[in-house]
C-alpha cells in the first residue's frame, strides 16, 4: 500500500507540474536574452518571416535573440541593449492576437515605474521598430504607430524612424521558392444564385512539402509575378498527399468576379499548373491534441477548419472537437457534409452546429449559437481547450470574439488569449 501510495503520490505531483508548466504566464521563467532582441507579433507569419531575416542581418543567434511578443513582458526589456521590433497589424488598427497581451502590459505601464521600477529601465532601451500593413486599409501600420509611441512615452530611444511596409510588397515572400502545382479536381459545393463557394484539389510531381494544419498559401493571380499575391487557408495535411483549398468566388459590384478567385473557380483549367508558396502560420498550429477544440467559422472558413479536423484525425486519442459552421443557405451539396459525417462516427467530431444566415425559419449566425451555448461553450474550453475562427474579420470574426469573450467572462478569455489558446484565422 506504501508504495502504492507513493506512486499516486508521485504522479499526480508529475501532473501538477506538466499543467503549471503548459499553462504559466507568459515570460514568468527566466529568459537568458541576447544584448539584442528581435520581437515579433504575427497573425500569418510574414512579420515572423521579416523577423527572422533581422535577426541573421544582426549576426544570428548567436548575437541576437528572436521572441514572439506573446512570450515576452515588458520587464524582459530591461535584460537587453536593444529592440527591434517585427510587428503586424490586424484588424482595425490591433495588434495582432499574440501580441495584443504583451502591448495592454506596455499600456499599463507608467514612465516612473518604467524608468524606476522593478517592470524594467526602458529609458536605456534603444529601439527600433519596422511596421507591416496593408496599404488599402485606411489605419495602415497602425499597430506599429502606436507602439512606437507608446515606447518613447515609456523613456526609451528610437535609433531610427519607423518603418513602415506593405505587406504585399516586403522580401519575406520572396524569399521561398513558389512551387508548381496541378489542378485536378474543382468541385461546387453549395447551389442556387449565390456566390459559388469551391473546393480546389492540387497536386505536384515535386517532393511533397510539409506543413501544418493552420498554413496558408499565397498564389499570384495568373502565375502573374508582378501581380499582388493573395493568400488562402490550407484545407488539408500532407497524409492526404494532395493540396487542397475551399475558395469562395469574389464578385465586385458590377458582377465581375475577383481576379484571383474568378480565376481558380472558373478560368483556369484542370491539369493547369499553378505556382503556389506555402507560408508558415505558427498562430493557428494547435500541438495539443488532447485538448478541447472548438473550431468556428462560415463559408469559405471551411478551409483551415478541415486543416485542423484531418490533422486531428490522424492522432490517436485526440481530444474531443466541437464545430460551429455557418453558411448562407441549405443546399443539397452541403460542403463536405459526408467527411464531417464520417468524422462525427469515428468520434474525431463531437458535436456539429449549423448555422444558416437566411434560413426563412430560423435565421442565425455562428456567433448566435455562441451566445446561446455560452455554458456549454465555457464548459467544454474549460481551463485548457483552444478555440480556433476562421473566415472573415468583418462582421463574423468580430462578432464571434464578443460573444467568447462574453461566454468565458473577460479573466477566462484574457487567460486563453495570454496562453496562446485562441487562433484566429481571418481576412
Excluded at 455562428?366 to 474579420?393: L, T
Amino acid at each position: 500500500m506504501t508504495v502504492l501510495a507513493v506512486t499516486l503520490c508521485l504522479s499526480w505531483l508529475f501532473w501538477t507540474l506538466s499543467v503549471v508548466w503548459r499553462h504559466r504566464k507568459p515570460g514568468a521563467a527566466a529568459t537568458a536574452l541576447q544584448p539584442v532582441l528581435v520581437a515579433y507579433a504575427s497573425q500569418t507569419g510574414s512579420a515572423r518571416a521579416l523577423a527572422l531575416q533581422q535577426q541573421q542581418a544582426l549576426g544570428g543567434p548567436a548575437q541576437a535573440s528572436i521572441l514572439p511578443l506573446s512570450e515576452l513582458v515588458p520587464r524582459q526589456l530591461s535584460q537587453v541593449q536593444k529592440a527591434v521590433f517585427v510587428v503586424s497589424t490586424y484588424g482595425d488598427g490591433e495588434p495582432p492576437d499574440n501580441g495584443r497581451r504583451f502591448y495592454r502590459e506596455l499600456q499599463n505601464l507608467t514612465a516612473d515605474t518604467a524608468a524606476d521600477g522593478a517592470s524594467g529601465v526602458l529609458s536605456s532601451l534603444a529601439y527600433e521598430v519596422v511596421a507591416l500593413g496593408d496599404s488599402s486599409y485606411p489605419k495602415f501600420c497602425q499597430f506599429g504607430v502606436d507602439l512606437f509611441s507608446q515606447l518613447a512615452r515609456l523613456g526609451a530611444k528610437a535609433t531610427a524612424p519607423l518603418q513602415t511596409r506593405d505587406q504585399q510588397q516586403t522580401a519575406a515572400e520572396g524569399s521561398v521558392i513558389w512551387q508548381s502545382w496541378q489542378l485536378v479536381s474543382r468541385q461546387r459545393l453549395n447551389a442556387g444564385p449565390e456566390p459559388g463557394l469551391y473546393l480546389l484539389r492540387f497536386n505536384t510531381a515535386q517532393p511533397l512539402p510539409n506543413w501544418r494544419a493552420g498554413d496558408l498559401v499565397a498564389i499570384k493571380p495568373y502565375n502573374n509575378d508582378q501581380a499582388t499575391a493573395r493568400r488562402y487557408s490550407v484545407a488539408s495535411v500532407p497524409a492526404d498527399n494532395e493540396l487542397q483549398l475551399v475558395v469562395r468566388q469574389q464578385v465586385n459590384e458590377q458582377g465581375e468576379p475577383g481576379l484571383c478567385s474568378g480565376w481558380l473557380t472558373d478560368s483556369a483549367g484542370l491539369g493547369q499548373r499553378i505556382k503556389m508558396q506555402l507560408v508558415q502560420n505558427p498562430a493557428c498550429h494547435i500541438a495539443e491534441y488532447q485538448a478541447p477544440l472548438l473550431l468556428i467559422g462560415a463559408g469559405s472558413g471551411l478551409a483551415g477548419i478541415r486543416g485542423h479536423l484531418a490533422e486531428r484525425a490522424q492522432q490517436l486519442q485526440a481530444g474531443p472537437a466541437w464545430l460551429i459552421f455557418g453558411e448562407r443557405t441549405a443546399t443539397l451539396n452541403q460542403p463536405l457534409q459526408a467527411e464531417l459525417t464520417r468524422w462525427q462516427h469515428a468520434g474525431v467530431l463531437q458535436q456539429l452546429d449549423c448555422a444558416l444566415s437566411r434560413d426563412p425559419d430560423n435565421p442565425r449566425y455562428v456567433q448566435d449559437i455562441v451566445a446561446a451555448s455560452a455554458e456549454q461553450v465555457n464548459r467544454f474550453i474549460g481551463k485548457g481547450g483552444h478555440v480556433y475562427v476562421c473566415g472573415r474579420y468583418q462582421g463574423m470574426g468580430l462578432a464571434v470574439d464578443v460573444s467568447l469573450r462574453t461566454a468565458l467572462g473577460n479573466a477566462a478569455y484574457q487567460q486563453m488569449l495570454a496562453q496562446g489558446r485562441y487562433h484566429r484565422d481571418l481576412y
